[in-house]
């Protein structure tokens, strides 16, 4: 007997995170509820307001007020090309909890250690501090210190976090929005650094496909920009999209 019976498993890819939005409701309006969350980057920022008793719709007012995902503009770049703004804040005014233990769902955060150069998957800590590291991106972002250690984007190790909770599971859904894909032009450093990071992501997707019962990729979702903040409607119904007409195998 299997701990949780639904997974669910979210993949990073910047504003992308807003087809979460809409994959999570095409699988609720179906009857699916997630029983254990494994998140990294904007997954696991989504991942944590739906553990946090959030609906996608709460989710989606809170990201399109557009100040969840500011950035500042290009600053010496000793660390990082960018700076997170607000997410911490924000988590603490939207969200009750301090803790990642403390949220009602079981939750999993994927963070890179740039100190042991390994994969961690957190499921206790401070919430707003840890989802900040799992969001940066190395280079575009500056990393994050937790107790002594610096961390960044969880994509960076493991992109689409199946392993904390592969084997408690009876059906894991994994989503990704970050398929690689060819791209006519690249226009600038920041895209060059981005594309560059999510070609190492998507080097090793077999364990993914192997413990996952619905493996979803939104069609179209790599048209986007992964820092654009001007298609969040769109993307919330390229992922409701990839969900509504599908026959799930459950």
């Known amino acids: 007997m299997k701990k949780y019976k639904f997974g669910l498993v979210l993949s ?3 504003t992308r995170g807003f087809a979460h939005l809409g994959v999570i409701t095409g699988l609720l309006e179906k009857g699916i509820q997630p029983d254990v969350i494994s998140g990294t980057s904007v997954g696991a920022i989504v ?31 000793d660390d990082g090309l960018l700076k997170l703004g607000g997410l911490k804040e924000v988590i603490k005014k939207t969200m009750p909890f301090e803790t990642i233990e403390d949220l009602p769902l079981p939750f999993f955060v994927a963070v890179a250690n740039l100190n042991s150069g390994s994969a961690e998957y957190l499921n206790k800590g401070p919430l707003g501090l840890t989802l900040l590291a799992s969001a940066s991106i190395p ?9 002594g250690q610096l961390y960044v984007d969880g994509g960076l190790v493991d992109n689409i976090p199946v392993e ?23 226009k600038n450093l920041i895209q060059i650094a981005s594309r560059t990071f999510y070609m190492g992501v998507n080097a090793n997707m077999n364990g993914v496909h192997n413990y996952s019962s619905l493996y979803i990729e939104p069609e179209g979702i790599d048209k986007y920009d ?4 001007s298609h969040a409607n769109e993307l919330f119904e ?8 599908k026959t799930l195998p459950f």
């Open 139 to 147: 280079v575009l972002f500056s990393p994050v210190k937790i107790n």
């Open 238 to 245: 390229i992922g409701y999209n990839a969900v509504k007409d």
């Open 226 to 229: 992964i820092l654009s903040l």
């Open 12 to 14: 990073g890819g910047g």
């Open 47 to 77: 991942g944590a307001f739906i553990a946090g008793g959030k609906s996608p719709e709460e989710i989606m007012k809170i990201f399109n007020k557009g100040w969840f995902f500011k950035y500042t503009n290009l600053h010496f770049p």
């Open 164 to 186: 904390p909770i592969k084997d408690d599971c009876e059906h894991i859904i994994s989503v990704n929005i970050t398929p690689l894909n060819p791209r006519k032009s690249i």
